[in-house]
């Protein structure tokens, strides 16, 4: 039988395992319309609200991942300026980077910065 501490484990690992396939699927264009304004723009991505595969998997992962936290015992959040800054730096290094595989360079290094 799973303790406590352990089903927090299996949904922190699981949670990660989600995470990963958000980013894997990241690069996909299926993604659902939710509301959009065809009189504004042509395209639903710029006039509108939409959900990609990737956001459900991100959503659903964070939510694992951190009940899985809240159930390890002895595990406490950690705030300090590496646990913060860094994952913030990568995620700004990251959006830099996807420039360099951009259709529109000049408009993605634009909306990078």
Known sequence: M?????????????GLALLALAVATSSLTFNWVLDHDSAANFFSEFAGRVVYLSDIFLWIGLAFWATGWYLSQGKSWRWGPWYVILPLLLLVALSL?????????????????
């Open 2 to 14: 799973l303790t406590t501490a352990r089903k927090g484990l299996v949904l922190r690992y699981l």
């Open 97 to 113: 980077l996807n420039t360099l595989w951009a259709e529109n360079a000049a408009q993605a290094s634009y909306t990078a910065a």
